[in-house]
């Protein structure tokens, strides 16, 4: 193989692994392919999985299907397109266990829309696992509202094959989220189910040889199997091998494939020892540090006192990557310095490293580190260690969940007051440094002038009142201590049947509850501050 050859080919693997690093990537090796076979060496270091197959699937799924939306208080549609009706009304029947409905009357009520729901499956989606929809009224119709609605059950296709009789990848089910935080007016025609998406069996990734041979598929097998434990790779074909992600990297799949493609199909003392070197000098001296650092993961403790060496490094960015990937191998040194960049309130690279260290470190360990953390003066330091403290179910953190909706989460005595709301994923409010309380003398209304929030002064509770969006003379009003948990509780639960004495809630939606929150912080009646998470990307990626 010529120098042009090899220098191409090197460039192409370090592409993949940064490109999986980011989320799986969007395309394999992007050089000139040559026909390697197992025995072919790239120069002295030898070769890698990544020169012989490529990740496939690259990316996330894209899903597509048809539903229902319900509880639009009459701002829905009737109008449905034939072949779509016949669909809903066959999955309506599927799904009720009598048949003593009429289905027709449902599509066409005007407290119902029928929509087009998409998502992105994650890569390598393990079953169970969940992700956003979103959801948007069917174009043509007089649908004016989806907020406030709930969307009934629907099945998610692959988006390229919609139509045609396959198997549903995935399910979307839950209440519209309807952002109102923008300075923007809402999009009250679409909406996102945040978390909503659950995907029904595991997506399998598969590595594919560029040359199909049977004796390379077994020999990647054999040394993935050897590498990350027994299952871990199955050939099913000369050109195309399974791949199981192992528990260790399952909240890490783009770390695992991206070490795979770097991991080097035989190994002696000597090029085991010539590719640490090499590795470790770009690590620390060029720009390829993020597939320099994979490798030397992939080869595994063997790099780990010249690993060490590095953690002294003049440069943060260097320091952070060979103490990370020293704690990924095991070793208590990377914990030490991912330690002090953490706690270093000059670093950039605190978050990075509270991450790994929560990711591979030992967990009564980890977790002391981000409960110190969690009263950094950094919120995002302290958004950060909240979200190590909830993976490592530390019992500094309770939850509850309200409304069958969202969890609301108290993270106790850590940092300034502040309230959190997440507007993608598992939908979510946290307060830290709990109990909050509401100030006395307020008052906070809605944008449509339904919900109100009181206390005059000297009262000692507050007045929550919701009028009926129907017959606006009709008011619902409930009382609640000054305790923002309970004030949430009070705003969101379900009221009880009218049957019973109490009422428990006001049916407040997750979206109308976040812009009631960032109000409260906004004029004083809760001294704490308001943070709202990114929302999902779901919609953009689509339209575009």
Known sequence: MCCDMRRCTRRAVLTVIMLLLGALGCAGPTGKEGKLNVSAVDGELGTTIGMLADVFPYGAVRL???????????????????????????????????????????????????????GLMPPAALRGEHFDAFVSALPGTDTRS????????ADLYDARRLGVAIKSLAAAEGAIYTDMLGASTPSNKTGYVLGGGTVLEQYKISLILRVPDYRAAGAIQNRLNELFGYDTARAVSPGRLEITVPEKYKDNKGRFFAIVMSTYMSETPELTAKRIMNFLGKLATSDEKAASEVTLEAIGTACLD??????????????????????NLGSDRGFELLQ??????????????????????????????ARQLARDEDFDVRLAAYKGLSKLNDITISRRMVADNFYLEEVSQFGRPAVYVSRSGQPSVVLFRAPIYCRSNIFVQSSDGTITINSAPG???????????????????????????????????EPTPHVEQTRLGLGVSYSQLIALLQQMSDKGAIDAEFHAGGLPKIGVNIKK
């Open 146 to 153: 989806l907020q406030g609605g709930w969307l009934y059950g």
């Open 306 to 327: 010249k690993l060490a060496a590095l953690t002294n490094s003049s440069n943060p960015e260097v320091q952070l990557r060979a103490a990370r990937c020293m704690l």
């Open 64 to 118: 597509k299907g048809y539903a229902l939306v319900g509880g639009l208080n009459g701002t829905g549609s009737s109008q449905c397109p034939a072949p779509i009706r016949a669909y809903l009304k066959k999955y309506i029947l599927r799904e009720l266990s009598t048949g003593r409905v009429d289905i027709e009357k449902i599509i066409a009520g005007s407290d119902t829309a029928v929509v087009t729901v998409e």
């Open 459 to 493: 009262q000692d509770y507050v007045s929550i009142m919701r009028k009926n969006p129907k017959r606006p003379d009709v008011i619902a009003q409930l009382k609640s201590s000054f305790k923002l948990s309970d004030i949430i509780r009070t705003l969101c639960e």
């Open 340 to 369: 002090e960049i953490a706690r270093d309130r000059t670093s950039a690279y605190r978050i990075e490293a509270l991450q790994a260290i929560v990711s591979a470190g030992k967990s009564n360990d980890a977790a002391a580190v």
